[in-house]
């Protein structure tokens, strides 16, 4: 076994072996163990940065919360209207779900997301349901932009695409979708996403 470092470094190992182990080999192998195993530490290394296995697997989430973040600021700045950006974080926010099946499994999980006991590190990081926010806030300014001058709440028609969205991401991962079309073609779930958008703020060109 190596020898373990004395520095916060290690924390940042931990995360690097599990953001790994969840985008190789999915959710189910990411054990404290195999994390400790894969960063060179032992097996109860992990509790000198994280007081549960589960803020563990939060930090582990949030890197994929800044990685998908990271994509969308990528596509949509390049795009020149509020509805191009919007077209734009869909499409990025549904092809990171398919490129990265594990990382998008872990990011919304349930027991991760609704629970208060979460926070990472010693010193209590924010909750990983509040990692959601800021794509939420993209959804909700775009949408506000595009459906300008009607009498509604962006905030509700924002929830309601992403919905839509993550939707179409998880029934498409799981065959469901492709099953029910009789095809898996990417020109296929383009289709779905673009009917998705169209349906929430309507044609782009009615």
């Known amino acids: 076994m190596s020898q373990e470092p004395d520095t916060s470094s290690l924390r940042e190992r931990l995360i690097d072996a599990g953001v790994e182990l969840v985008l190789t080999e999915g959710t189910a192998a ?17 509790r000198r940065y994280f007081p549960t296995h589960h803020s563990l697997l939060s930090a582990i989430a949030r890197r994929g919360f800044a990685d998908l973040g990271a994509r969308v600021a990528a596509t949509t700045d390049e795009a020149a209207t509020p509805r191009a950006r919007l077209d734009a974080l869909a499409r990025t926010y549904v092809g990171y779900a398919l490129e990265r099946r594990g990382m998008f499994e872990l990011m919304f999980r349930h027991d991760l997301l609704d629970s208060e006991k979460h926070a990472t590190g010693g010193g209590g990081g924010a909750r990983l349901r509040e990692s959601t926010l800021p794509m939420f806030g993209l959804f ?28 179409i991401a998880q029934l498409w991962t799981s065959e469901s979708l492709p099953l029910a079309l009789g095809t898996s073609s990417p020109e296929s779930l383009d289709a779905l996403v673009t009917a998705a958008l169209d349906a929430h703020l309507g044609p782009v060109n009615p």
């Open 30 to 46: 990411l054990g404290l163990r195999e994390i400790a195993r894969r960063a060179g530490v032992s097996h109860g290394a992990p």
């Open 140 to 167: 909700t300014g775009l949408v506000a932009h595009c459906r300008a001058g009607e009498d509604d709440r962006p905030d509700v028609a924002a929830a309601a695409l992403w919905a839509n969205l993550h939707g």
